[in-house]
């Protein structure tokens, strides 16, 4: 044979290197005779160098054996090739099959001798899965030695990235060509060794890929990484057996309590003097962060950056197996456990006990937000935004007899203790029995005995108190969590934070108002009035006249109202590294002209209405919010049993509200369905609490009213009509008898904005001697970036540092921009389409 015939010529006449002796073609080379004796010889160096015993001792890195585990890899590759070339192959793969050496250095590598030996062992066989072809897997020369590997691994942790990063490319070719799956995933051979409820035992199956990877999935760094990569490419083929190990195995539990153990590592400071957006923009003042035990620690803000990020990807790794897993039960768990154990114990007891005035709620609201910006997933959105926005619903199942309720209402007024919640009444029908004492000489048990699952407070009701917080750092965060939720979740965000909105479901949206277009117009001009004037004097009072033309020309009415309002806005005006146009008050950035909002909010309105992402698995969406929202535990059929009961018993339904839809000709009739509507969603407290903060506007810093117009905006670009026409012209619709209470008018975002409008009036009359304007000019162009802030003139009135003055002369700049954007969602809704029913026929 060539290969005897080149053995015995010994390495004096070829030589091991890879460059051709002169005058001989390199072509010789890739001769197979070559390739083998290349081979024998590397082979013959690491049995060689493992037999040493003064290597034992020695680190792998010092022996030749990583460089002939290479020159193996190389020639396995060069015969591969000329197999692809049609030169005959030699047979060097055969011999590496049927000689098992794969298995051999698998064997010598366990001892771990050199030091090293194993990870470089490892490494060569991840190499060989990724030059080679994945169909050679089907040899048991080759996926025996790598369950044994695996199997080594799970006996020790020394060689885990190196083995994850091997398994990840394993769990990829898995993927890729199902039918190897059974290779590894086989029949246990020896099943009264296992143990009793393991995930072996109950599916009759081995699968130590899995049970190495899951070691990993709840892993910070690198490793978790590797670890939940590859678990994704395996999740994608759970399906009957396969499916039960994974919930036998508690893959589930893990994954959720990797999420958990990634968000209990972060941060739960930040430190007081850090701003809002210095800490997430990178431009922070301090570096100083407190951990847990209060110690001042020095961190640069890039890590705690990186701290959040870290987050993300796990959560986006739990999506990831939401969206792939074609099991049920698998993504069922996976949610409950999302539900019940992350959001439910972990991220609310955070929350709960953090304080606003050590930076512990400030970070508790930046996760929140990220995690708001990450989810995508229908039911996964669905359960966070129940967990942030629901209120406490009481259980009807709870205390349904009316003599009960009343015999207990007598014996608490012959009580001198203090009185349960009527909340608490409902929810715990044992209540009465704690506090009734039980002789004339036992007093009453006092309110702490009470459990403490029946005086949870609810997430929505302490993120609702934060916006009256007296920390500024909390309030802006707050309003920011608030508006992300809207920009990312409009339907079910807007579903749970208007609780009077008439609707029976988060995913559903409101009933329409169907207005024409006359009324549009009409309606919409108002703001268009409000907008900066064409004259220096902001304050002039311009009257839009609508002519009372035939609804036949609805088009060129509206086309003439904008050319009234955007004069000269498409005027270019070029300036170095900005893009200006002539507006109404001179050259101002493009970005802040009216034809931009406007153009902006159409774009930003006819991209709207995507499908959300599903979870690939049928799931019940609604038993598992239904759960949560009950206080039930995950695996508890009693309280599954219940919420069937209270489920199948139907909930509040107002699908035929939209049957009674009308056309709204200016004032909404008294007693018409929308009226009832629209008065329902002005009374909602959280509506009210928003707009109240509004009607305050002045008396908040600029970045305070920065962040919430930006939620306002978001809130009236949500796409629930009924909210929009309430929030837009609530005084309106409802006539001068819409009223809340005998002395104030209904609120609506125009009664808001003439009124801080007034304000301005009125503080502009102070200045007689016309310093108003060119104050208010000189800020404009600082926050525009035309001016910088050292040119800005300093006026005396100052409080805490703050100039007092040049706040609200910011202020104003900010009210100015926000009418034109309301106006560009306006104008966005009507000209998109499919939002407003507005009629022009």
Known sequence: MAFDFFTSMGSSMLGLGTTAPKGRPSSVLLQPGVLQYKYQRAWDNIVLDCETEANWRRPVDATDIPRNLNIIVDILVKEHATVDGGVDPGGITERFLSDDLLGKLVSFSEA????????????????????????????????????????????????AKELLTLELDLAAKLYDYPHLLPLFFSKNENPAVLEVGSAALVTGHDFVLLDHILRYVHADGEEGDLARDASLFLVELAAGDLATYFEVADFPAVAIAGLGSMYSLLPQYVARGIKWEQQFKGRSASNAFRDSGQRLLRRPIEVFKEDGEALIRVLQFIQSVVLRCPDSGITTSILEDFQGTFLDNIVSSGFTSSSDFDGSTVAALFYMTKMAETLKEECLVAIFTQFLLSSDAVDEEEETDEAKKKAFRKSMNRRSVIRPSSALMMSNPLAPMMNRPQSPFVTAQPPTSIPKKDIKLQIRDILLSKLASLSEEVVIATLHLLRTLLQHHPVRTTSLLIERLPHSDASTTSPTLKISAQTHLWLL????????????????????????????????????????????????????????????????PVETSLSRYVSASVAKASQEGGK????????????????????????????????????????????????HEGEVAGVLGR???????????????????????????????????????????????????????????????LGP????????????LYTILLKLRREVSDRRSTHGDGSFEELLLLTREELFGQRRATEVQKLSVTNAGVDLEIEFFKNVVLLEEFVKEVVGVAVGHAVAGGYDLVLYA
């Open 737 to 748: 008898r819409g009223i809340l209470s005998p002395f104030s008018p209904t609120p609506s």
């Open 525 to 588: 001009s108002r703001y268009f009035a409000l907008t900066p004037a064409d004259s220096p004097d902001p304050a002039t009072t311009r009257q839009i006249h609508i002519r009372s033309d035939p609804l036949d020309q609805p088009l060129q009415l509206f086309s003439s109202i904008m050319d009234s309002f955007v004069s000269g806005g498409d005027s270019i005006v070029s300036t170095p590294g900005r893009i200006m146009v002539q507006g109404p008050l001179g050259v101002v």
């Open 112 to 159: 771990d001798c050199p030091q090293g030996f194993r990870g470089q062992v490892i490494s060569f066989v991840a190499q060989l899965l990724l030059v080679l072809d994945p169909q050679i897997l089907v040899h048991a020369a080759v996926h025996r030695p790598l369950l044994n590997l695996i199997k080594q691994g799970l006996e020790s942790q020394k060689y």
């Open 671 to 733: 007693g018409s369905v929308e009226r009832g509507w629209v008065l329902e969603v002005c009374k909602d407290a959280s509506l009210r609490k928003v707009l109240d903060m509004l009607g305050g506007f002045f008396s908040h810093s600029y970045s305070v009213n920065l962040a919430l117009t930006g939620l306002v905006t978001n809130l009236l670009a949500s796409p629930t009509p009924l909210v929009y026409h309430t929030l837009l012209s609530a005084d309106l619709l």
């Open 612 to 659: 959300p992402l599903r979870a690939r698995a049928d799931v019940d969406l609604d038993e598992i919010l239904l759960l949560g929202s009950a206080g039930g535990s995950k695996g508890n059929e009693v309280d599954r049993e219940r919420v069937r009961r209270k489920r199948a018993r139907g909930q509040i339904n107002f699908a035929d509200a939209t049957q």
